[in-house]
């Protein structure tokens, strides 16, 4: 008897069903949802005979790999990292119009912190696969299953610590696919651009600090810690990095332009893309280095001149301009204030081209006539960073179709954070249709 294949049946209730367990991250103090989230995906992996294996480098700090490769995959082939994260920045409840926690159906989305970032993706790999695994339907290859903790806090109890301890669990992928790209933008009505991931810049997170004389609030003092630190933070905050146009970065404006039959000024981009709505934030913020300001902290009584200050700096480089960066952060700094690195990743890039870009073209191609595939640079940071110190190539590819007046770059780390019931269908559609090609 042929059962009927439905990749695309559970992956709304799956979706809400992760964001009602709280993997909220809190940094150093962690998250005690994360293994609940963990053990979750375990049992719905066990449901269908994949069996997992469950890492915790601390307390409740879970991370778990499953490797599938049912009879009729070819495993001569290379597995494919599909990967995802199960953590989730804080939410304030009172900003927000549904309970962050509810996993609440309405609207025609469904509304909860990480419904976009990122237990969207993870419920369509486990909608599909789950699927799969019912109906006898193997993928082209092996499969490597990861879900991950800590990604939102710099994934060092998370992907970094999988490759350092266990690199034998992704040594073996060529390449991966994971957040953030395959979602669409909507250009005409002939026309939507899915931005491909195959790029991201470097993370530095700073712990500037400057060194002072301590006094009495009411004297003079040629040598204060806060005055020498704000002096800095305002020339690092205020610097105007040169545009740096990375080859992604340049095929993707390349495409805008083609399809709106404008010229993009590299002075003016946001404002060129107005016509894109939100995203042109995202590619105003990949057009160079960036170094923003974000935290401060001196004294403990106001007349009081503090011995020292500090301040945190979120910088982002470019990949192959990072020498550049920290060259130029220390001109800013000036002499009497130093800096601490609290976090530091490289920079993430690989080629738009090959077969499994190919499959994705396709892939989009056969649920939308209308897509096009293209490639971007990211700001922020995913795992990628950790999978590519072993050589894996890394793509963002989860497939959304958005309606054109949702602020998809807002969900991110967004109040009211959802995403609409309909894409997660049609991305579960299309993953389906890429494990066959991948």
């Known amino acids: 008897m042929t059962v009927e294949s439905s990749p695309d049946a559970e992956v709304v209730d799956l979706c809400s069903d992760l964001i009602r367990i709280d993997t909220t991250n809190y940094g150093p103090d962690g998250s005690k949802g994360e293994r609940l989230a963990a053990e979750y995906i375990a049992a719905k992996l066990a449901e269908v005979g994949i069996e997992s294996e469950l890492f915790e480098p601390a307390p409740t700090r879970t991370n778990l790999v499953a490797h599938w490769a049912p009879e009729g995959c070819d495993t001569s082939l290379p597995p494919l990292l599909v990967h995802g994260h199960t953590d989730v920045v804080p939410a304030q409840a009172s900003d927000w119009r549904v309970d962050p926690f509810a996993g609440e159906i309405a609207d025609g989305c469904v509304w909860g912190r990480g419904a976009?970032?990122?237990?969207?993706?993870?419920?369509?790999?486990?909608?599909?696969?789950?699927?799969?695994?019912?109906?006898?339907?193997?993928?082209?290859?092996?499969?490597?299953?990861?879900?991950?903790?800590?990604?939102?806090?710099?994934?060092?109890?998370?992907?970094?610590?999988l490759v350092e301890h266990h690199p034998e669990l992704i040594a073996d992928c060529t390449e991966a696919i994971?957040?953030?790209?395959?979602?669409?933008?909507?250009?005409?009505?002939?026309?939507?651009?899915?931005?491909?991931?195959?790029?991201?810049?470097?993370?530095?997170?700073?712990?500037?600090?400057?060194?002072?004389?301590?006094?009495?609030?009411?004297?003079?003092?040629?040598?204060?810690?806060?005055?020498?630190?704000?002096?800095?933070?305002?020339?690092?905050?205020?610097?105007?990095?040169?545009?740096?146009?990375?080859?992604?970065?340049?095929?993707?404006?390349?495409?805008?332009?083609?399809?709106?039959?404008?010229?993009?000024?590299?002075?003016?981009?946001e404002e060129s893309l107005a016509r894109l709505g939100t995203v042109a934030r995202m590619v105003g913020a990949t057009m160079s280095n960036t170094t923003n300001p974000t935290m401060l902290k001196a004294g403990y009584k106001v007349n009081v001149?503090?011995?020292?200050?500090?301040?945190?700096?979120?910088?982002?480089?470019?990949?192959?301009?990072?020498?550049?960066?920290?060259?130029?952060?220390?001109?800013?700094?000036?002499?009497?204030?130093?800096?601490?690195?609290v976090a530091h990743h490289p920079s993430v890039e690989t080629e738009f081209s090959g077969a499994l870009v190919e499959a994705m073209q396709s892939c989009l191609s056969a649920e939308d006539p209308h897509a096009k595939a293209v490639p971007y640079l990211m700001s922020g940071g995913t795992d990628a960073k950790g999978w590519a110190q072993l050589g894996v190539r890394c793509f963002g590819f989860a497939p959304l179709q958005l309606p054109p007046e949702l602020d998809f770059v807002a969900m991110f780390h967004g109040v009211d954070e959802r995403v609409p019931t309909e894409s997660l269908e049609f991305g579960s559609r299309v993953l389906d249709r890429f494990l066959d090609q991948a």
């Open 116 to 161: 976009v970032d990122m237990k969207d993706f993870d419920a369509m790999v486990l909608s599909v696969v789950r699927d799969r695994a019912r109906t006898g339907r193997a993928p082209r290859r092996p499969i490597r299953l990861i879900f991950t903790a800590d990604e939102e806090a710099g994934s060092s109890v998370g992907a970094h610590w």
């Open 178 to 269: 994971g957040e953030v790209g395959g979602f669409s933008l909507s250009v005409r009505d002939d026309l939507r651009l899915y931005l491909v991931q195959v790029a991201e810049k470097g993370l530095a997170w700073l712990n500037l600090i400057a060194d002072g004389t301590a006094g009495h609030g009411s004297m003079r003092n040629p040598d204060n810690a806060v005055t020498a630190l704000a002096s800095a933070v305002a020339r690092i905050g205020a610097y105007d990095w040169p545009h740096r146009i990375h080859p992604a970065q340049q095929a993707f404006l390349d495409a805008v332009e083609d399809a709106l039959g404008i010229e993009i000024n590299a002075d003016s981009v």
């Open 305 to 341: 001149i503090p011995g020292q200050a500090s301040a945190g700096i979120d910088g982002r480089f470019i990949p192959g301009y990072e020498q550049e960066f920290f060259d130029t952060l220390a001109e800013l700094l000036g002499d009497k204030v130093r800096y601490e690195l």
